[in-house]
């Protein structure tokens, strides 16, 4: 059901409706709010750190940095969020291969939004 999840959880990230994905779900165009959350949490706690061991073959790393800031719905329906979010990528020759990427763990319940973000500060 790659299709219907997909559906989900572009309408939850394009358009920040969580009735809509509702809707979709229960006409069976797309899977169940809860399944997207799910999935959208299971994202946020699954950070394995950086792995020099997964980039020593590679030609070239680039690390990418922005932040983002927003008075509308936020995961927790109320107040702004302002976030950061940095990614490497890295390019591999020919005759190298890539690391195999690590898995994402299915979280097992919904967690609180002080349960998702637990840790994920930087203390200043």
Known sequence: ?????AIGLQMH???GLAEGV?????????MSLDEVTQFLQS??????GWHTEDVQNASFTQFIADNVDHNVRTVDGHSTFAGLGMISASCFGSGTE???QRR???SKKRLTM????????IPI
């Open 1 to 5: 059901m790659p299709l219907l999840f």
């Open 114 to 121: 002080r349960e998702a973000c637990l840790e994920k500060g």
């Open 22 to 30: 509702h809707e979709l779900a229960h006409c069976g165009f797309s």
């Open 98 to 100: 890539a690391v195999q």
């Open 104 to 106: 994402i763990k299915r």
């Open 43 to 48: 994202v946020m706690t699954s950070f394995h």
């Open 13 to 15: 990230r394009k358009y």
